[in-house]
């Protein structure tokens, strides 16, 4: 629940007001699809697209968490579409079809920022509005930066897309969820790091005890 409240005040900050036509590129599990297709109402709609294939994913896969989704009330203003790469020219949208396009927490699955960038710019006629949402990418350990200048416009990132870690992406954050729901681990309240670290071990043996 923490995350879709994280994703609820996103989409309230972005000013997605109901009605409105919603391209989200990079939709994944369908995490921000669903917060997306509730702040539209049944008088909008959300296209969701991935370049993702729909059996990719574990335990649940892209296209059976879609299938999910359609079959809620939320599911009639989705319209999920897998497989589908935006910079491929046989794919286009009428020019100004959306209010809004979104990209969240997708980023990180470029392979560099070149194509990140090319994206951006051919949904930029799509739509009125460009939504953007990312963790933190700015080094925040002071011995961190200048290895960071050095590299450049590499900075770090992986070559190219690794399709089998892509495929527990689902499954790690799920898991980031359960263990978010004890506060402590939530707010990090604990001063010491032995201390923080027992009650992580703590909570995920209950978790996986429950299973």
């Not at 997708?106 to 990140?116: E, M």
């Amino acid at each position: 629940m923490s995350q879709t409240r994280y994703r609820a005040a996103l989409v309230s900050g972005w000013n997605i007001p109901a009605g409105a036509s919603v391209l989200e590129v990079g939709c994944g599990q369908g995490d921000m699809t669903a917060v997306l297709a509730e702040a539209v109402g049944p008088q909008g709609r959300v296209v969701a697209v991935d370049i993702a294939d729909p059996s990719y994913g574990a335990p649940v896969t892209l296209g059976q968490s879609a299938k999910h989704l359609k079959a809620t009330p939320l599911g009639s203003r989705i319209d999920s579409r897998f497989g589908l790469d935006v910079l491929d020219e046989t794919v286009t949208f009428p020019d100004g079809g959306f209010d809004h396009v979104v990209l969240a927490h997708c980023s990180w699955y470029f392979a560099s920022l070149d194509p990140l960038r090319e994206t951006l710019a051919r949904v930029r006629r799509w739509a009125r509005n460009l939504c953007f949402a990312e963790w933190d990418l700015a080094p925040r350990p002071t011995d961190q930066i200048g290895h960071r200048l050095r590299r450049g416009r590499r900075g770090g990132r992986p070559p190219r897309l690794d399709t089998e870690i892509y495929k527990q992406r689902n499954t790690v954050e799920r898991c980031i969820d359960h263990l978010k729901q004890w506060r402590g681990l939530a707010i990090r309240c604990d001063k010491l790091a032995f201390a923080y670290q027992a009650a992580l071990h703590l909570a995920s043996i209950l978790i996986w005890a429950r299973r």
